[in-house]
């Protein structure tokens, strides 16, 4: 069954038209879709696509007639163009089930690692031939590693709620014992209007093994926990990559999440709510998607030199890592 990656979902399709979260007509990025009808290479209209299980229909593909444009969190533009369908930049999808349409935008590989905070399109037209080649087959990283309120961090005095860390306070890490608070970011997000896909995922106390977490865990999609492989060697594990496990799942509910990243000298292993997981790391993804003073501040921590590393994750990383495809074949010992 092939998947597709990194489908930016959006309010309708429409040409000459700005989408952006401010304006609330970007909704956020659905992580994978998978489909049987994907494994000739193309979609097709007709085809049907799974997407957190609920299975949709592709009733239209577009692509672009003239140019347009992705505006990224750092004010960079990159822009996409009209191509053959066979290598298309961008491919535009609505699919449908039954009264239930929803809309995409899927940008090539070759794009990488974006933080779209804005979509501008020029003209579109439907693909000859009712099919296309596929796109974003490999999962790219798009999201900051953050923690809910109301998380237990271990500090040298005990555990307390990420909320009410400072700069400056000690926390305690795996391997450099107490070391303080570089900077803090907190950001509220309001998912009432946004796929599940989008929302945070949920470890029910003990879904981890033996008793972790000790309660009730929340994070962020691309947050990761520190698991152990069945060879015994421990791996930074997306959490969205463990959902579908018992007692790990999307929180399908949730409305609004005030979120909190915690910036350390170096990429740290830390405890929340008992379970080992990790502070922000600064990949290229998470620089892009911080505001320009955030950004500047975690530059100032880490060094230019070292960030200019963080492309190849094992040179800067607290442990090994595994993307969300790598985990999700990988045998993880969670109990």
């Not at 700005?18 to 909704?27: D, I, R």
């Not at 000298?265 to 003073?293: C, K, Q, W, Y």
Request: proline fraction near 5%; include cysteine.
């Amino acid at each position: 069954m092939a998947t597709i990656y990194d489908l930016l979902e959006v309010t309708d399709i429409s040409e000459n038209t700005t989408y952006s979260t401010a304006a609330g007509n970007l909704l956020g990025v659905v992580g994978s879709v998978s489909s049987a009808d994907l494994n000739d290479g193309e979609f097709d209209e007709g085809d049907i696509l799974l997407i957190g299980g609920v299975p949709y229909t592709i009733d239209r593909i577009q692509e672009p007639l003239n140019s347009g444009r992705f505006t990224l969190g750092d004010g960079s533009e990159r822009s996409f163009n009209p191509q053959s369908e066979h290598s298309l930049d961008v491919v535009f999808l609505t699919v449908s089930n039954g009264g239930d349409i929803r809309y995409f935008v899927i940008p090539k590989d070759s794009y990488g690692d974006m933080n779209v905070q804005q979509i501008r399109t020029g003209a579109l037209e439907d693909v000859a031939g009712h099919d296309a080649a596929l796109v974003s087959t490999i999962d790219n990283n798009i999201n900051v590693v953050c923690f809910a309120a109301r998380t237990m961090i271990l500090t040298p005095s005990g555990p307390r709620a990420v909320e009410h860390l400072r700069i400056g306070d000690p926390v305690w890490t795996r391997d450099h014992g107490a070391q303080t608070i570089r900077h803090i970011i907190s950001s509220a997000l309001d998912f009432s209007t946004a796929p599940e896909e989008l929302k945070p995922v949920v470890f029910e106390r003990g879904s981890l093994g033996q008793g972790l977490p000790s309660r009730r865990l929340m994070v962020s999609p691309q947050h990761r926990m520190l698991v152990t492989t069945a060879a015994g060697s421990p791996v930074l594990v997306p959490a969205k990559a463990l959902t579908g496990r018992r007692g790990v799942r999307i929180a399908k509910g949730k409305r609004r999440v005030d979120y909190y990243h915690l910036v350390f000298s170096r990429h740290e292993i830390i405890r929340a709510n008992d379970t080992l997981t990790e502070s922000l790391f600064p990949g290229r993804m998470t620089l892009r998607a911080v505001p320009a003073p955030c950004r500047q501040e975690i530059q100032g921590i880490f060094g230019r030199d070292l960030l200019a590393a963080a492309g190849a994750p094992e040179e800067i990383a607290a442990a090994p890592i595994l993307r969300v495809q790598d985990a999700k074949v990988t045998a993880l010992r969670l109990r």
